[in-house]
């Protein structure tokens, strides 16, 4: 849990563009509300690899969302009912439900249609939401944490410089 | 473009598939077998073990080997076990989760083989059922029950026939009651009749009239004593009348109950006769009760093999029968905890979710090898309009001439499925297979040559199973050693016979099941054992007379001897009665 802080504080602290950032945090949120054997996930996959997305962000923020999907799994599963069911849509799902790509992903199922829909319309809120958070924190919280005492003493500690190097083996993004 | 696209990554997606195809060639085969083993035992309810699965992508095909499917009612043996079973499956179908294997190919199949080492039986979990009706399951109406009469145990009365005297003193005889009830009943009217009599006009009291009227008759000598004596006397008589009449009332009252006690006492002389003739149908058998030997002979193996057989049709049922879906609306299933529902909707070309189009078989039993072939079996045989049909044939085989079996299985209507079987053996040389027969008479086919035909027909809830057989050069050994009287001499019978044919029914229609079983073999022993049972029986009659004349004799001559109680008492109302008519007769003034 701490490491996972760190990471994330020194992922904030890094030069690295709040879209990548933001795009990492969605991207993650999509494969951890899915399950995990989706087909639909190799694309997202494909995706974070691909777009220069910040990798140590969705590492983190995977396995945080995939954690908040057994909670939201009741509300994942309304939702996909009321999708799937839906009188006017029938005709929609009913083409869908005949095509290869819509049963092998399952989205006929409740949870997986639910899931994907809410990390689909949560998608650009979050994108917006998280690129302004991180453009907040390195305005007004980055420079207020850099000025505190204990953090310039630890700063200024061998140990923190031996941290710092090892850290940098891994590379940012 | 570079700022945004990181060239590396597709590098490292490709070496993710690559990762993932690795995985699959290096472990498919083994998560293929897992899967099948845990899949496969949770359906038959007992260990399932697969030696080895080899999958191919391109043509998609699994070859299995070493499969042993464990009996779970005798976990040392396997219900079946094949050395390979290699399939085709359609890739495209498969896509959308739906197995529709092409072409199968079983080889080595065998039956009740020993395993190395007992296999696990599982529990399963009881499902809810659909409705269904009360003699079988939702749809068929099937038979529901095997054919009870059939499975009872038989026992045959015995033909050295118990001692007569030992068959009275257990025997409860309807004589003895009877005469015994008499005794009870006739002592009760008595008892009653004497406290009757206290209430009846007595001696005393018709005494005391006379003497009344004798006195009014003294006092009569003046006109106006003449005129008051009239008006008492018309009292007087008017009492006696009553009195009489009471009297009249309780002798035709006792005459009734008497004559009903001698209509007793007379039928109880003819008690015993009747008990004679029970206890005789009882411990002796008539012709008749020898006419169907044959089902007693044969019943016990025909209700098991019928109970094998529904057991197997019940087995396989529900993997069979799943109606089509509905293609107006979505079809919810039912969901699992935390997995969410499936909701289907009606496919443009609808297929089943499992669908076996061809398969080879060949099995292999003690006889020899036997080639067959098994198509359409599906989940949802109405949506592809096929029956499942099993054809097995086989010529030449060790001890037997040819073996052909073509069963169809037809569900393509739900509510209204309709089976088949017809199966044919010929030319089986029988060696060494014991008959359950009667109770503890197990008889032995130590050699002989059958011919069977066996045709099972199952619609519209109705079952009608024959079988035939021609049995010929029989060599039949009969242990009589537990047995006696008529098994006994059944069994004597049987080792002289050499042929016989007989045939078989069993028609179910719900609840109801009517068998059938005749057979050469009635006439052979009913000729031989009847006329070594008639004079056994004559002579059983005779000692069963004086037994039962011992035993009741002195009963009836007591029940006989109660009914003159009766006698003293009527003649003792018949008195009363006379004296109240004489003195009603005097009752006259002198002028």
């Known amino acids: 849990m701490l490491e996972a802080l760190a990471k994330i504080i020194k992922v904030l602290n890094s030069e690295t563009d709040p879209w990548q950032i933001s795009l990492a945090v969605c991207l993650a949120m999509v494969i951890g509300f899915s399950p995990l054997a989706s087909p639909h996930n190799l694309l997202v996959l494909l995706a974070v690899l691909v777009l220069r997305v910040n990798l140590s962000t969705f590492l983190v923020a995977w396995p945080l969302f995939s954690a908040l999907a057994f909670a939201l799994d009741p509300l994942f599963h309304r939702v996909g009912l009321a999708l799937l069911t839906a009188g006017g849509l029938l005709d929609f799902w009913t083409a869908l439900y005949n095509t290869t790509w819509f049963r092998l992903d399952r989205l006929y199922n409740t949870v997986v249609m639910g899931s994907l829909a809410v990390a689909l319309a949560a998608f650009m809120p979050l994108f917006l939401l998280t690129n302004w958070l991180v453009r907040r924190y390195r305005v007004h919280i980055r420079d207020w944490i850099a000025k505190l005492p204990l953090a310039q003493t630890i700063k200024a500690s061998k140990i923190f410089a031996v941290y710092k190097n090892i850290s940098n083996l891994g590379g940012t993004a | 473009m570079n700022r945004l696209i990181r060239w590396k990554g597709l590098a490292a997606f490709a070496a993710f598939c690559l990762a993932l195809w690795l995985f699959w060639w290096l472990l498919a085969g083994w998560l293929v077998k897992i899967s099948l ?34 009996d779970p009612q005798k976990p040392a043996f396997n219900l079946v076990a094949a050395d390979t079973i290699g399939m085709a499956i359609a890739p495209r179908p498969l896509l959308r989760r739906k197995l529709i294997i092409e072409k199968m190919n079983v080889a080595g199949l065998r039956m009740g083989t020993r395993r190395s080492r007992p296999g696990k039986v599982v529990k399963k979990e009881k499902k809810p059922q659909p409705a269904a009706g009360k003699n079988g399951s939702a749809a068929t109406g099937k038979p529901a029950a095997p054919p009870g009469d059939l499975c009872l145990p038989t026992d045959l009365p015995a033909l050295s026939l118990p001692d007569a005297a030992s068959i009275v003193e257990r025997e409860k005889l309807a004589s003895l009651e009877e005469a015994k009830k008499l005794e009870a009943d006739l002592e009760e009217a008595r008892r009653y009749w004497e406290d009757r009599l206290k209430q009846l006009p007595d001696q005393k009291k018709l005494e005391n009239y006379r003497r009344q009227f004798e006195a009014i008759r003294k006092n009569s000598g003046s006109v106006t004593g003449i005129i008051g004596s009239a008006g008492k006397i018309k009292q007087l ?231 035939k057989g021609k049995l010929a050069q029989l060599k039949l050994a009969a242990d009589t050693g537990k047995v006696s009287g008529l098994a006994e001499e059944i069994g004597r019978v049987l080792e002289k016979v050499h042929d016989f044919g007989f045939r078989a029914e069993i028609v179910q229609q719900g609840p109801e099941v009517s068998t059938r079983i005749s057979s050469d073999l009635d006439r052979i022993l009913k000729k031989a054992v009847a006329a070594s049972l008639a004079g056994k029986a004559a002579r059983l009659e005779k000692e069963l007379r004086a037994a039962i004349s011992e035993k009741v004799g002195p009963a009836l001559a007591e029940a006989r001897k109660k009914t003159a109680v009766l006698g003293p008492l009527e003649k003792e109302i018949t008195r009363r009665l006379n004296m109240g008519n004489d003195l009603l007769k005097g009752l006259k003034l002198p002028f």
């Open chain 2, 37 to 70: 083993e845990k899949a496969a035992t949770a359906a038959v309810g007992a260990q399932v073990d697969i030696a080895a699965a080899d999958l191919s992508l391109f043509p998609m095909a699994l070859e299995l080997k070493g499969i042993q499917v464990t």
């Open chain 2, 237 to 467: 008589a008017a009492s006696i009348r009553r009195d009489i009449a009471t009297l009249e009332k309780a002798r035709d009252d006792f005459r009734s109950q008497a004559a009903e006690f001698q209509k007793r006492a007379a039928d109880l002389s003819k008690a015993p006769a009747r008990d004679l003739e029970r206890l005789k149908k009882k411990y002796t058998l008539s012709g008749q009760g020898l006419s169907n030997l044959s089902r007693l002979i044969f019943g016990r193996s025909l209700c098991r093999w019928y109970q094998t057989a529904a057991a197997w049709y019940f087995k396989i049922e529900p993997y069979l029968n799943r109606p089509a879906a509905k293609r107006e609306k979505p079809v919810r299933h039912k969901p699992v905890r935390g997995r969410g529902l499936d909701i289907r909707f009606a496919e443009t070309s609808p297929l089943p979710d499992f669908w076996l189009q061809q398969a080879k078989i060949g099995l292999i039993l003690t006889a020899g090898k036997i080639r067959g072939s098994l198509t359409d079996v599906s989940d949802a045989p109405a949506l592809i309009g096929r029956p499942t049909v099993l054809r097995l044939l086989g010529r030449n085989l060790e001890g037997l001439d040819s073996l052909s079996v073509v069963g169809r299985l037809d569900f393509t209507r739900p509510r209204d499925p309709r089976h088949r079987l017809d199966a044919q053996i010929a030319g089986f040389r029988i060696k060494g297979l014991t008959i359950e027969a009667l109770d503890r008479l197990p008889v032995n086919i130590e050699s002989g040559l059958a011919d069977l035909v066996l045709d099972i027909e199952a619609a519209k809830g109705r079952l009608e199973a024959r079988l």
